[in-house]
């Protein structure tokens, strides 16, 4: 009310030489906001409209800390008029968020981004807060591109992934029973790994979060949801990439978050609340896999192999989901192939072979063609840009023609046959380490998996794509380490 009466006695004069032709639209909404308080109460519903516009001038001409005052203002008529924790709230926090990151003051947008996720968390079955949960999770992936590319932002203090606690996570602990709390240490220092480790998680904690949503509203047929789950598994494959840090096994080896936040057992039960879903699965083929083959719940089975796991499940529920909205079945197959791709080795074959049969049944060869004998091989994982792929462009500086054979998903007698004269050594060595690093899907000749499919194809260079084969080469594929 002190902000309003000030706003309302600043001379207008003064308005126009900060903003100009706005001037006298503020003027108009103080005037209302002034008339509604008066006729009908400072909680009136019929000042979240005016005090909204006075909010959004503010901020469209850089006064953040007023926009900031007046933003919550209208939370608070909000809260009277729609409850305390109203979910009408989201886009007003939102706001304020983004004019605290412009005046620079990360600490106050991060809390306010804790309160936005504690409001979403209280409407587990509203489709609202799926935006909030899905901006989340971009934001931790955003931040642990920064923090890769060696800058240290402030987020990585906030959130205390320095201080996340190392704790084994026990089988009580994954069917959400009561465990000892964890020791939180210092959020200012730590193992580089951990951190990276603990920004991850918190990222898939959200992925994980937004996905649940989805399926309690039975959006099968969303394609929002598909990409959800697409990017969770490429969080879960960002982790196996750095193979030589993070072990598979009973020690999960992850750490939770400041106390005074949700701690690493949050992350726990988001993914387990995945693990357990039962999705429906009509008897059309390809059906995923029994979810419990031996008996064990499937929570307490990926608290022991991790991300590998994990991965897979997500890419099952892709699989479910096209089966419960009755996708054609080239669709089906695709997804049921992006399964096996994750998995590698022998159950992978099965499924490849699987597939291989469905398709010829139906007679789509177009399908067979794509999926496994396009010009260029599928390099796994098959959701990133295929590293090999290349057309000439203005910007090719020149070719490598290269011929190699996969077997069993991997490369071998790979040879340089042609290239530009102004192909380097270094350009001819990187592309042959890169093949013989890349993990491919197997091939079909002649209608069935060759066991060594011959490949020849042209390679173009440019500036751009010699780096991105440097960065390729020197952090190996995921699907490496799951063969």
Not at 364 to 382: H, R
Request: proline share 6%; hydrophobic share 40%; charged share 25%.
């Amino acid at each position: 009310m002190l902000l309003l009466a000030a706003v309302a006695a600043t001379p207008v004069g003064v308005s126009q030489s900060r903003f100009g032709v706005d001037a006298e639209r503020q003027q108009q909404v103080v005037e209302r906001i002034q008339q509604e308080e008066s006729r009908n109460g400072p909680y009136s519903d019929g000042l979240i409209g005016p005090l909204s516009d006075l909010a959004l001038i503010y901020q469209d001409h850089g006064d953040h800390d007023l926009a900031v005052a007046v933003i919550d203002r209208v939370r608070q008529v909000v809260r009277a008029n729609e409850g305390l924790h109203s979910l009408e709230q989201i886009p007003l926090i939102q706001q304020m968020i983004a004019n605290e990151e412009a005046i620079g003051r990360v600490d106050s947008a991060w809390e306010l981004e804790q309160d936005l996720l504690k409001l979403a968390r209280r409407h587990p079955g509203d489709i609202r807060t799926v935006p909030v949960f899905r901006e989340t999770a971009a934001k931790r992936m955003a931040l642990l591109h920064q923090y890769l590319a060696g800058e240290v932002p402030p987020q990585i203090f906030l959130g205390c992934y320095y201080g996340w606690p190392r704790k084994t996570v026990s089988r009580a602990e994954t069917l959400g029973q009561p465990s000892p709390p964890s020791i939180a240490t210092d959020c200012n220092s730590g193992q580089r790994d951990g951190a990276i480790r603990a920004i991850v998680s918190d990222a898939q904690r959200h992925y994980a979060d937004a996905i649940a949503v989805m399926l309690r509203n039975q959006l099968y047929a969303s394609d929002e949801l598909r990409e959800l789950e697409l990017q969770l598994v490429r969080s879960f494959d960002a982790t196996q990439v750095r193979e030589g840090t993070y072990a598979r096994s009973g020690n999960v080896g992850l750490e939770g978050a400041r106390l005074d936040l949700e701690p690493w057992k949050s992350w726990i039960d988001s993914m387990a609340l995945l693990a357990e879903w039962e999705l429906p699965q009509p008897g059309a083929e390809p059906a995923t896999e029994p979810s419990e083959p031996d008996g064990e719940p499937v929570s307490s089975r990926f608290s022991r192999c991790l991300d590998a796991c994990l991965g897979r499940l997500s890419l099952q529920r892709s699989l479910a989901y096209e089966i419960a909205a009755s996708a054609p079945l080239q669709d089906q197959v695709k997804a049921f192939v992006r399964l096996a791709d994750w998995e590698g080795g022998d159950q992978a074959l099965e499924k490849y072979e699987r597939a291989l049969e469905m398709l010829q049944e139906a007679g789509a060869q177009t399908v067979i063609d794509e999926l496994f004998s396009p010009k260029t091989p599928v390099v796994l994982p098959a959701f990133d840009p295929n590293p090999l792929a290349s057309d000439a462009t203005e910007a090719s500086t020149g070719y490598i023609d290269v011929a190699f054979e996969i077997s069993r998903g991997a490369a071998r007698r790979v040879r340089i046959l042609d290239t530009t004269t102004n192909a380097t050594d270094a350009d001819k060595k990187r592309l042959v380490e890169l093949i013989e690093h890349s993990a491919f899907r197997p091939r079909v000749i002649d209608g069935q998996f060759a066991r060594a499919a011959p490949v020849v194809l042209r390679y173009y260079l440019t500036e751009l794509r010699t780096e991105l084969t440097r960065s390729s080469v020197e952090s190996p594929k995921s699907g490496d380490s799951r063969r």
